[in-house]
């Protein structure tokens, strides 16, 4: 750990020169080349010379979470466990602004960012190599202390009742393996409870599949949050955080006009259709984690196109961030030789293959369909009627979402 840690510290002050060259180095040729390997080799050492262009190589990756992620510092899991700016946006909205704040296991800083965005915010880490991140990625944004402060420490030892409101990412990874098990996570779910019984203004980030304790469910709110068509993560809010407790919410973070949130209780109950209607719909990844596809379908007017895991189906035309809207086109036997046929027989090359209540790999039956020509087309394979079928639809592009 010492050692990363000073290589990362000449990094940061250091290696500038060097994260330019290989940028440069691996923009023009996609990937580290023997000769950009040789020349730094001869400069730097081997860890060093690695470090350089895997940073360069997490930060090209890091684009999709961080806006300035070329000017931010990366660890591989510490990139990969980091909220997205945008998600963590959203939920330091909650906070109140310019009121203390900490970010307990901050890790790289994803939700300690957009906390200290908010306010004068305080973060904690037991690896001290994340603390050095966590302070640099700060500095680089603006946010030097006492506007953001960070430390290595035991998040169950922070002074909790010294601020107005926390944020917590307990390690899913105790074990050395991911875990959505709630009572395995680090600190552990006791530990967490004493937070929260110092002071109980507290936000636990959550896997998206992972059941909140019992007691949870009628004294936090539970909020799914969405971004990119995945549902990222999962966040108990407790006290002044919790706009309705008890009750569960998924967010897209990335909806048009904003963040959309559907609100209600967790039910599986939705009616299926008599018939196939001209509309499908497809339910947002946070929706379904958060269990709300009910709600959706009461509130429009659709049902589903069978039991089980499957897509909505209506009349009418529903514009609605948290559906994806497909008219339906034609209702084909699911079978792969015939399908290679339609395929051929419509000069369809570019295959979009979407599924619903049925093992498969979309990617190999792609494969095995092989299509080739010049138009486009998309199936959503599903049962129906009893039977599997693929349902040939056009992807509905709607400018105005605003939920009817």
Known sequence: MTAALDDYRWLITDGARWLAQ?????????GPSVGLIARLRKELTLPRAHLVIEQVELRRRALVKFHRAESLFFTRQGLEQATDEQVAACKARRFALEAPAADLCCGIGGDL???AARGPVRGVDLDPLSVHLAETNARVLGFAPPRC????GDATAFPISEIAAWHIDPDRRPAGFRTTRSELFAPPLAAIEQLLATNPHGAVKLAPATVAPAAWQSTAELEWLGSRGECRQQVAWFGDLAREPGRRAATIVDAPGGPYTVAGEASDAVPVAASLGPYLYEPHAAILAARLTAVLAERHELAAVSGGATYLTGRGRVSDPALAAFQVEEVLPFDVKSLRAYCREHKIGRL???????DLDPDRLRRDIGAKGSEEATFLVCPLAGRVRAIRARRLHSENYLPQ
């Open 22 to 30: 290989a940028g440069n180095a691996l923009a023009a040729g996609g």
């Open 149 to 152: 402060a960070v430390e290595v």
């Open 352 to 358: 979009e293959i979407k599924k619903r209540g049925v």
């Open 113 to 115: 960012l957009a906390l």
